[in-house]
């Protein structure tokens, strides 16, 4: 959550699954002989790929985000006032306690996303039993 560029990887990873099938992201595919130690190298050469990253730097840039931009300062609730950083992700990306945030693009016109200004948390997290407030 503190890691300079985990919200660029969460965002580029989500793009690349849609852009790259299953079977063309690793040089080294899963083999069940090997679970623990495959699939590795990310295939970069992959039609897709490039776009994929493109497309993530171009969501954050879009929202006024820094590309070395922490997790914990775009995806948070706010409680009394207080910003909470809400860590986690999707099992998509590793991550076992599941936080399904949603990402609201900013308008081309105004600058603005659907919860705030550009410069405000693009996120609002959902959780299993729960759905955070628009502004959390």
């Known amino acids: 959550m503190t890691a300079g560029g985990a919200l660029l990887f969460a965002r580029?990873?989500?793009q690349l699954l849609g852009a790259?099938?299953?079977?063309?992201r690793w040089k080294v595919p899963f083999s069940a002989a090997d679970p623990v130690g495959t699939p590795n190298t990310l295939?970069?050469?992959?039609?897709?790929?490039?776009?994929?990253?493109a497309d993530a730097v171009t969501e954050l840039r879009a929202a006024g985000i820094p590309l070395n931009a922490r997790l914990g300062d775009h995806q948070y609730l706010v409680r009394k006032g207080q910003r909470l950083p809400v860590?986690?992700?999707t099992?998509?990306?590793g991550v076992?306690?599941?936080i399904e945030p949603v990402w609201t693009r900013p308008t081309a016109v105004t600058g603005t996303?659907?919860?705030?200004?550009?410069?405000?948390?693009?996120?609002?997290g959902t959780a299993a039993a729960?759905?955070?407030?628009a502004r959390c």
Do not use: C, H, I, M
């Open 20 to 24: 790259v099938p299953s079977a063309q």
């Open 113 to 124: 996303t659907r919860s705030g200004p550009a410069t405000s948390r693009p996120w609002a």
């Open 87 to 89: 860590g986690s992700g």
């Open 91 to 93: 099992e998509s990306l």
């Open 96 to 98: 076992w306690n599941k």
């Open 130 to 133: 729960a759905r955070w407030p």
């Open 12 to 14: 580029f990873w989500r």
């Open 43 to 53: 295939n970069t050469d992959a039609p897709g790929f490039t776009r994929a990253l």
